[in-house]
């Protein structure tokens, strides 16, 4: 069974950083992109990032501020955030791409259950 | 950057009903790479449709998708009460950049 779990959602104040992370299992991880999704409460869906290969994409609202990489040997994917703001205030949920190969980018077909991140003074 | 919108934003039906919601894009989705979500109060979304028309697997054929260019549809046949929900569309069809996916703000499916 294919699981996403993702750690490190808290309370930071606005300018403070945060590091999420996301540990995988049940399929072969080093063949598929991952990407970050959030969720403001209350509101709709926002994709915030996404690695695949050697390639990283995000979202303008975050670019420059966050960094996402990942750990094949350890089948984890993080997702590094700072100079956090108030409206980064949010569900962060780790999503696995349905398609795998070296530069494919498909819909999101597994959400892990996600972890919440609040900034706020 | 390809802006979707969904419609209507609210729709109150009732069990063994037929709910159609619509997805409605800024410009045309490259190979109809259009997903739908269905997400419930306190859960992670869950894919139900992708390119369009193919169901996820474990999606009862109650659940179909249709649609091409800029226009799509989710179509339920017959509302089960497990089927009230929020459901979200998605864009894939966009190159890699920091515009590569978007989705739509949400249809909130309630009980009449």
């Known amino acids: 069974e294919v699981r996403l779990l993702e750690s490190g959602g808290g309370l930071v104040q606005p300018g403070g950083s945060l590091r999420l992370s996301c540990t995988t299992s049940?399929?072969?991880?080093?063949?598929?992109?991952m990407s970050w999704v959030r969720q403001a409460p209350g509101r709709g869906l926002e994709w915030v990032s996404t690695?695949?290969?050697?390639?990283?994409y995000y979202a303008d609202s975050v670019k420059g501020r966050f960094t996402i990489s990942r750990d094949d040997s350890k089948s984890t994917v993080y997702l590094q955030m700072d100079i956090l703001r108030a409206e980064d205030t949010a569900r962060y949920y780790c999503?696995?791409?349905?398609?795998?190969?070296?530069?494919?980018?498909?819909?999101?077909?597994?959400w892990g259950l996600g972890t919440m991140v609040t900034v706020s003074s | 950057e390809i802006v979707l919108t969904q419609s209507p934003g609210t729709v109150s039906l009732s069990p063994g009903e037929r709910a159609t919601l619509s997805c409605g894009a800024s410009?045309?989705?490259?190979?109809?790479?259009l997903a739908w979500y269905q997400q419930k109060p306190g859960q992670a979304p869950r894919l139900l449709i992708y390119?369009?028309?193919s169901r996820a697997s474990g999606i009862p054929d109650r659940f179909s998708g249709g649609g091409s260019g800029t226009t799509f549809t989710l179509t339920i046949s017959s509302l089960e009460p497990e089927d009230f929900a929020v459901y979200y569309c998605?864009?894939?069809?966009?190159?890699?950049?920091?515009?590569?996916?978007?989705f739509g703000q949400g249809t909130k499916l309630e009980i009449k």
């Open positions: 999503v696995k791409d349905a398609v795998n190969g070296n530069g494919i980018y498909d819909s999101f077909d597994i």
């Open positions: 049940g399929f072969t991880f080093n063949v598929f992109a």
């Open positions: 690695i695949g290969g050697g390639d990283t």
């Open positions: 410009q045309t989705i490259r190979s109809n790479f």
């Open positions: 390119g369009a028309s």
């Open positions: 998605l864009q894939y069809g966009s190159s890699p950049s920091s515009s590569m996916y978007s």
